[in-house]
């Protein structure tokens, strides 16, 4: 069966400070991957997507940026935190060339203090 | 572009109350529309889903119809429990650059509480 790993749960940094968030998916082959964010009262914001390795795109202009080293491989980076970038991150993937029903990681509480 | 408006929350409601929670969608072409749920701490897992006009997704008592000509996917579940406290998202899919779909648009979600 399919499973999806994201790490760390819960993440406090600095303003100015980098930052990696990592994601992994295990027991499917190619699939397309994403980085949403849920701010209070915002909702769900769908900051990047990829369908491939290397494919990377990206919804909103931003201060992070995201990388697909390996096939089942998602990273969500920045070198220099804002207050604003502090959310609660998830990473999704779905079945590639069909993406209705989107699988969730556990999600990482991120505070840039 | 397309955007999915969904009730503003909280919603408090004691055990046993019907529930509805209103979602109504702006897109291009024939989404399929969707239901998502957050249990506390969790991850979103889909919920329910209708990919045309006037089907009915249904899953674990709750029920959204597809209505086109009202663009909405409205929440219904007749009697909720304790158990069903979460966050609910209502979400659109939407056929993307090159004819496929990459991406879901969601609403800003809606909190229910159920009281015992």
């Known amino acids: 069966s399919q499973t999806i790993h994201q790490w760390p749960a819960t993440l406090v940094q600095p303003v100015g400070s980098p930052l990696s968030l990592e994601c992994t998916v295990e027991g499917t082959s190619n699939p397309n991957l994403y980085w949403y964010r849920q701010a209070a009262g915002r909702g769900l914001q769908l900051l990047f997507y990829?369908?491939?390795?290397?494919?990377i795109s990206s919804e909103v202009p931003q201060n992070l940026s995201a990388s697909r080293p390996q096939d089942r491989q998602f990273i969500l980076s920045s070198k220099k935190l804002l207050l604003s970038d502090s959310g609660f991150y998830l990473c999704a993937w779905s079945v590639g060339g069909v993406s209705e029903k989107l699988f969730f990681g556990s999600g990482t509480q991120l505070s840039v203090l | 572009g397309n955007s999915v408006t969904q009730m503003e929350g909280p919603v408090t409601l004691s055990e046993e109350a019907f529930l509805t929670i209103n979602c109504t969608y702006t897109?291009?072409?024939?989404?399929?529309l969707f239901w998502y749920v957050q249990y506390p701490g969790e991850g979103l897992q889909l919920l329910l889903k209708?990919?045309?006009?006037?089907d009915k997704g249904s899953n674990k008592g709750f029920e959204a119809t597809y209505r086109k000509e009202t663009t909405s996917f409205h929440l219904e579940k007749g009697s909720v429990q304790v158990s069903d406290s979460a966050v609910y998202f209502c979400?659109?899919?939407?056929?993307?650059?090159?004819?496929?779909?990459?991406?879901?648009?969601f609403g800003k979600g809606t909190l229910l509480t159920v009281n015992p």
């Open positions: 897109a291009t072409g024939y989404p399929s």
């Open positions: 990829s369908v491939g390795i290397g494919q």
């Open positions: 979400a659109l899919s939407a056929v993307g650059s090159g004819g496929s779909n990459y991406k879901l648009t």
């Open positions: 209708a990919t045309k006009a006037d």
